[in-house]
């Protein structure tokens, strides 16, 4: 099932995806999914990112390749970093690039979807704990990252988190294509079979620390190829049995 967030008519609501309608749900997808009846056509609405978060915990350095670009090895135990909830963004909205930074980087990235309220979840059922995957991009000011020593600035201004398309609830992410083009170019391209800290053990580790509420997400890190963006240049993450995400690059 591919669950949409969307405007339509000045209204704001969830849909499942099918061919090329949207059927409306009523109120969130967090649990028995009702149908309204009410059905649109795709081409008519104005994609939304898939959920509001209440945070966006991320991953950094889970790719080994990517670990190596950065001049180091992946972490005994996962490396996790917050992205506030302000800075996420749909498929086609703008990535506002803030003129302080010289350098702000994509990294295309697997997110999972949180279907429930979860704190120590154990490694077996955090499964149980997934609603589904959409697309992400992680984006970087990376000159910040490396002057400021940690991450909060580089990660987290407006629109540094564009999700979407939908998201995909019936998908076995161990082993899918990733890719992320810029203007078309392939720059990264990868398979999340290449992720070190699974996601059960991420739910895992993450849950032994904070509490996740429905909606949250989790990214789970990027593969090699990460590089910068520039005004005018349109990014996009595509993972198999997603769909793309894609954003053009502006200025704040
Ligand atoms: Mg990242």
Redesign the pocket.
Known sequence: MRIARFSHDGDVSFGVVEGDTVAQISAHPFGPIEFTGGRVPLASVKPLAPVLPSKVV???K?YRD?AAEMGGDVPDRPLIFLKPSTAVIASGDEIAAPASSERVDY?G?LAVVISRLCRDVPEERAMDAVLGYTCAN?V?ARDQQKADGQWSRA?GYDTFCPLGPWIETDLDPSDLAITTTLNGEVKQDSRTSMIVHKIPSLIAYITSCMTLLPGDVI?T??PEG?GPMNFGDRVEVTIEGIGTLSNPVGAR
Do not use: F, P, Q
């Open positions: 991320a991953i950094g889970n990517h990294e990235e992680d970087t990660k990214l890190g990027t990460v």
